[in-house]
């Protein structure tokens, strides 16, 4: 007996139904991309593993998938390495390329290899699926999309107040309200590293921080002890544990703590004029929020860096982030070239709106007619009348086998086709239809002309 098939854990099937609620958010963000002016551009799946490997963290790294060589992938394996069963070391003679982790970097490869034919400053967005071997859970997949937007070649904050503005323009759209924005600042993190003695462990001391809201906070002051982070120095922490109230409160503490230190001080100037242009603009549905613990354990990052929440009640984590990198593209070769952008969690949103039940009803329904098959004579009636509607935008469609009427429409019940037409021999000598409601069963006899204007 075969063995039923399977697939990858942190993978999934999608059935028309999910395609159709995946596809509404994607045209949802996709229409505010380009009403905020982002241009569209994609790139492949996998990329040289050394275009990768080194931008995520020591962490991010080990979630890269990667891509054993074509043909006899050992044969640069010398038997002392093999031996030695170093994987390491083994991964890189074995390996050239690998499943992109993000759409971020492969952009910036994308910049530097076509620096001469864009013009600064580019504005793109990319929607496109990414890979991580990660443990899977509710809400983390091993395979999913991201909905990118950034803009590269302009140091201006405004662009992050128009990020802050396109995240409350997509969610406002999607009819989910209550997201919160949170917002902190790199150079915040370099100075609070600096102030208790950690600058040559910023990498340690962000990602430890980063997760706070999952692990708790004793579990990060160990996790900070164990990457070597002086005890004296997370006492000084203390009070960023426990900062709460307005921003401007919030900031008042800040700057007192971060009086020594000039990158700290910078950090917190480009928060307030941020936050400035948010409070003169204003926001639709979204929350902004300043929340000096959010970390974002990614090394590319120097400015503002964003993460939204999902609306108070739902348990999700973050459905979007991004932040400030402003020498992203140097890593390649190409110096100084600052940029911004931000990432919409697909997979997430689909399940908050899944939750909170805000998926209009109708974008499930892909066919909006069904012709009942009597036969050949009145199939091919059918279809005459099949490719008017559609001539005229109506998706339609004929039963293709002649079976009792009944399986027919019990067909159309399942699929949630909303109109059934019947086209039997005393319709077409009259030259009408019969055209049903399958939801209040009412039906009425029409020529072609008023089943198309009716069906419109």
């Not at 992938?73 to 993000?102: C, F, G, H, P, W």
């Not at 009070?239 to 700290?264: M, W, Y």
Request: glycine share 8%.
């Amino acid at each position: 007996m075969a063995q039923k098939p399977s697939i990858p854990k942190g993978t999934r099937d999608f059935n028309p139904e999910e395609v159709s609620k995946r596809n509404y958010i994607f045209n949802t963000i996709r229409s505010q991309f380009e009403v905020f002016g982002f241009q569209p551009i994609e790139t492949p799946s996998f990329e040289n593993s050394s275009t990768l490997m080194g931008k995520y963290g020591e962490e991010g790294d080990r979630l890269i998938f990667k891509i054993l060589n074509s043909g006899d992938y050992l044969s640069k394996v010398d038997d002392d390495l093999y031996q030695a069963k170093d994987s390491n070391r083994m991964t890189s003679r074995i390996s050239e390329k690998a499943l992109r982790y993000d759409l971020t970097v492969p952009f910036a490869r994308y910049v530097v290899q076509h620096q001469n034919e864009i013009d600064f400053p580019f504005k793109r967005y990319q929607i496109q699926p990414v890979w991580r071997a990660d443990r899977p859970q509710k809400g983390r997949f091993r395979e999913f999309y991201q909905c990118d937007a950034d803009v590269v070649g302009s140091k201006s904050l405004w662009q992050e107040v128009e990020f802050i503005q396109l995240y409350d323009a997509v969610f406002t759209a999607l009819g989910l309200k209550g997201t919160t924005i949170k917002i902190n600042n790199r150079k915040i993190l370099s100075g609070i590293a600096e102030v208790i003695g950690a600058q040559d462990k910023l990498i340690d001391f962000t990602v430890a921080l980063d997760k706070l809201d999952k692990i708790g906070e004793e579990k990060v002051k160990e996790e900070m002890l164990n990457k070597g982070i002086p005890q004296s120095g997370i006492d000084k922490l203390q009070p960023l544990f426990n900062l709460t109230g307005n921003f401007a409160s919030q900031v008042d503490e800040l700057k007192s703590i971060l009086n020594t230190s000039e990158e700290g001080t910078k950090g917190i100037e480009e928060l307030e004029f941020i936050t400035k242009g948010i409070e003169t603009l204003g926001l639709k549905t979204a929350i902004l929020q300043l929340d000096v613990t959010l970390a974002r354990g990614l090394n590319y990052y120097t400015g503002a860096i964003f993460e939204v929440a999902a609306p108070e009640g739902v348990k999700m984590g973050s459905i979007g982030g991004g932040g400030r990198y402003d020498d992203l593209t140097g890593i390649f070769g190409l110096k100084d070239v600052s940029g911004v952008g931000i990432s919409f969690g697909l997979d997430r949103i689909a399940l908050v709106l899944e939750d909170l039940n805000l998926f209009p009803e109708t974008i499930t329904n892909t066919v909006k007619v069904l012709f009942i098959n009597f036969g050949e004579s009145e199939s091919m009636a059918s279809m005459k009348a099949i490719k008017e509607l559609r001539e005229n935008g109506v998706s339609a469609e004929l039963f293709p086998d002649k079976k009792k009427t009944i399986k027919q429409f019990n067909y159309a019940n399942k699929r949630c086709i909303p109109f059934v037409v019947l086209l039997g021999e005393s319709e077409i000598a009259s030259k009408t239809y019969t055209l049903k409601n399958m939801n209040s069963g009412e039906q009425q006899q029409l020529t072609l002309e008023d089943l198309i204007s009716t069906l419109q």
